[in-house]
């Protein structure tokens, strides 16, 4: 089945009055395309280090929407609402342009299309595997973690998942307590505990990783007492700070960013026994140095190693 896509070149300025309009004629779901930066709010949370350049902003704007040419919707009727909406709106702002294009598109499922992706593979002598795939035959004696991210991060693919898996093998000892900041979809809480972690207390902003940690630890075979999630950042929410406890994690793990992780470190000591290890990852190379940095200029950490693959860094500290 094909979708009918639809185009409006309008201008930046136009582009949340004309998304409002779409959502209340009944069109739901569009795609905004520019050349404006995003800004530090839009950003934060986001799993981008390196955001692509993008041409000079010239105020001009692409909004895109779906029909299904098979469903109840008239498309005739939806286009004439349309661009009555669009002549109330030229009352208020310039529009520019003002031109629609249409165009079809194969029906996809986006949520699941990219599954066809992600296959079973090894870090060492663990193997990560989608839920929905079987386990290869020559990988049966390693360790198993089975992982469905749904719509948060973390497949595991990823070189600094890889690079945190590495180190938590190092550092991780039975009956471990073990904090994850910016959990995902629970790979390094699960990590840990396949390893032998008694219990982990995980931290994401995203709302869908805390599903995705409970569907992939039932999927693990793992006791939802043993890995608590909250949705928050520790770096500066009092609840979550107070939830995550005090002097009392032996590692602490953040695959996040090197821009989260250089405020991140002046937290995080005072949920860690003296001793314990912090394991830091999604740093880029380019930004190792001002990670490096950031716990050099902090008394509570000395440095303990760094481990590179490809382009990505991770560090880790012990607490003095």
Not at 20 to 45: H, Q, R, V, W, Y
Not at 139 to 146: N, V
Not at 150 to 156: E, H, S, V, Y
Request: glycine share 6%; with cysteine; hydrophobic share 40%.
């Amino acid at each position: 089945m094909k979708w009918k896509k639809f185009t409006l070149t309008t201008t930046t300025e136009a582009v949340d009055l004309v998304s409002s309009m779409f959502d209340e004629i009944g069109i739901e779901g569009i795609e905004i395309e520019d050349n404006i930066p995003l800004t530090e709010a839009e950003t934060k949370g986001m799993f981008i280090d390196i955001l692509p350049e993008l041409p000079p902003d010239e105020g001009v704007a692409r909004v895109s929407f779906y029909l299904d040419p098979d469903s109840d919707i008239n498309i005739e009727e939806m286009l004439i609402k349309v661009e009555e909406g669009l002549d109330e709106l030229s009352m208020f702002t310039d529009l520019g342009a003002r031109t629609i294009e249409t165009s079809e598109t194969e029906d996809k499922d986006w949520i699941n299309n990219w599954k066809q992706y992600f296959k079973p593979f090894t870090v060492d002598d663990i193997l990560i595997k989608p839920t929905w795939e079987e386990i290869p035959e020559e990988h049966k004696e390693k360790l198993l973690i089975e992982i469905d991210p749904g719509t948060a991060f973390g497949t595991g693919q990823h070189e600094t998942t890889q690079l945190c898996i590495r180190q938590l093998k190092k550092y991780v000892k039975p009956g471990d307590l073990v904090l994850d900041v910016g959990t995902g979809s629970g790979i390094l809480g699960i990590t840990a505990l396949k390893l032998g972690a008694g219990e982990v207390f995980g931290t994401d902003l995203d709302e869908n990783a805390i599903t995705a940690v409970m569907e992939n630890m039932e999927s693990n075979h793992i006791d939802p007492e043993k890995f608590k999630v909250l949705k928050g950042n520790i770096i500066d929410d009092k609840d979550v700070k107070e939830a995550a406890g005090f002097e009392k994690y032996d590692v602490v793990v953040a695959n996040i960013l090197a821009d989260v992780i250089i405020p991140l470190q002046k937290e995080i000591p005072v949920h860690m026994k003296k001793g314990t290890v912090f394991i830091t990852s999604g740093i880029i190379n380019m930004k190792e140095e001002a990670v490096k940095q950031a716990f050099a200029a902090n008394d509570a950490f000395e440095l303990v190693e760094i481990t590179y693959q490809g382009e990505w860094v991770s560090v880790t500290v012990r607490k003095k």
